[in-house]
């Protein structure tokens, strides 16, 4: 696992070889496939940016999501991003805040001002309805 994510890497970046974003990719895929963190979160960020990948958000929140599940708090805050924007996923500003709620908790530097923006912003029924959610986010993740 870890070396195909190392040769997704090497060809993304063609360092030795010429750079191939097919390659790449086809590497990354078959790392994330067997849950390695790094390369599903580079996956996701490929996916959201468009980057060797056409843009696609719903492969984007698929791959953070699987990061944000295994612990990753760069995926967990980007999974509240894609439910704050609606892309990928419809908007859900609660389901948002739960994210981010989790995603500060586990150490993030921007996540703490996304929490307290929506927690401003949003209805006392939507900010509990995210704290509740970010409870079961807490008890699924052990996080």
Known sequence: MIAQYNLGCIYAEGDGVPRNSVEAVKWFVKAAEQGDIDAQYNLAVMYD?????????????????????????????????MY???????????????????????????????????QEQLSEEDLAKGKTLHSEL?????M
């Open 49 to 81: 940016d468009g980057t060797r990948v056409e843009q696609d958000y719903v492969q984007a929140m698929h791959w953070y999501r699987q990061a944000a599940e295994q612990g990753d708090v760069d995926g967990q805050f980007s999974v509240g991003v």
């Open 84 to 118: 704050q924007l609606g892309e990928g996923v419809m908007a859900d500003q609660a389901t948002a805040y739960a994210w981010f709620s989790l995603a500060a908790n586990n150490g993030h530097s921007e996540a703490d001002e996304k929490v307290t923006g929506l």
């Open 138 to 142: 807490v008890e699924r993740y052990g």
